[in-house]
């Protein structure tokens, strides 16, 4: 899966990465793990986008508005996590694993 270049910089200039997808984001694109081909020196933001125009009910479910939560998930490159704030300054690279989660806490009552 490609990335159009109006997202990010020339496709012949691209990476790949490895996307990781939780519930109910999952239901949305149709599948738990994805290889995609992005320009090199796109963001978190333009994969979010590029996820957003390529698959109806991702944008819907992102914002939370399935969940009754304002942008429940929380986004992680390499395990670390990203805010939200920084989705337009974090640059992936080439190999990076990319998950999209909401997170869960849970215990004995």
Known sequence: MT????????????IEI???L???????????RLDV???SQA???ALIAF????????????????LGHDHPYVVFVNNAQISAEAYDQSVLRHDDRVHIVVPVAGGSS
Do not use: M, N, W
């Open 37 to 39: 081909e992005l320009p």
């Open 3 to 14: 990335i159009p270049s109006s997202l990010g910089k020339s496709v012949s200039d691209s």
């Open 51 to 66: 996820l957003d125009q390529t698959y109806p009910d991702f944008g819907h479910r992102f914002a939370g508005r399935d």
């Open 43 to 45: 963001t978190v933001a």
């Open 22 to 32: 939780g519930e109910p984001l999952r239901r949305a694109v149709g599948q738990s």
């Open 18 to 20: 490895t996307l990781r």
